[in-house]
């Protein structure tokens, strides 16, 4: 929590990725703070927003965090009570504006990897694997990154596994691989800052600093090199009344913390 601005890191990126999100667009979330983000944002400056959940629940008006996408309180209110099937299906369709995933380790081209650390065959770490990132990574039209832990060990040169594609090696690969022309990481938000990729190079680059952070904190705990912005921003803090509709949302701060 921070004592000047009251406001805990939770809610900073909470906000942030908030802010991400339009209006009028459809949004593949899973659970934690994506899932927060995406009732931030249709409570605020995105009300007609569409929030989808991996086990069918579409468009809900959700009251309070739900446990996991399985929840009931995923379908509250919803235009749609469908199934698994249903949503990968829209997804593979094209229809899915912004997928929302986190990772264990991410690169430059935004090859994320949530498999394991190490050999495949034997890892010193076994994660739970894709379950549905991988299709939304590969199918949404934009795919937005939460990494709460950057750090060389997750910021890294090369992933050990890639679960959900990013641009692969670079401009073109991911078109070359079969996957939608256009399509592609867009965002990773962090406890440092926000990144976005650059059209050309495809590499990830750095556009806003979060409060009490500087540059060279960010570029220690980066295991490749970064790009930079000309023209770096600095990540606004949440208001009161965003942080009054968080506590509402979570009111037990699983999510936000405490």
Known sequence: MSKENKYTMGELLAVAASKVLEDKKS??????LPMIASMLAQRTHAPNLLIIFEAGGMGPQIPVLPISVGDSRTFWKAVGASSMHDVMSACQAGY?????????????????NT???????APKVRFPGSGGANDI???SNRTIYMMRNQAPRTFVKKVDFITTPGYLTGPGAREKAGL???SGPYRVITQMGIYEFDKETKRMRLISIHPGVTLQQIKENCGFELLIADKLETTPI?????????HELDPQ??????
């Open 27 to 32: 949004v593949f979330v899973g659970t934690g």
């Open 96 to 112: 899915i504006d912004y997928g929302f995933l986190g990772g264990a380790q991410i690169d430059m081209y935004g090859n994320l």
């Open 115 to 121: 498999t394991c650390i190490g050999d495949h065959d």
């Open 137 to 139: 990574g590969s199918l």
């Open 180 to 182: 939608p022309e256009g």
């Open 238 to 246: 949440p208001t009161k009344e965003e942080v009054k509709i968080l």
């Open 253 to 258: 701060g699983v999510s936000i913390g405490k």
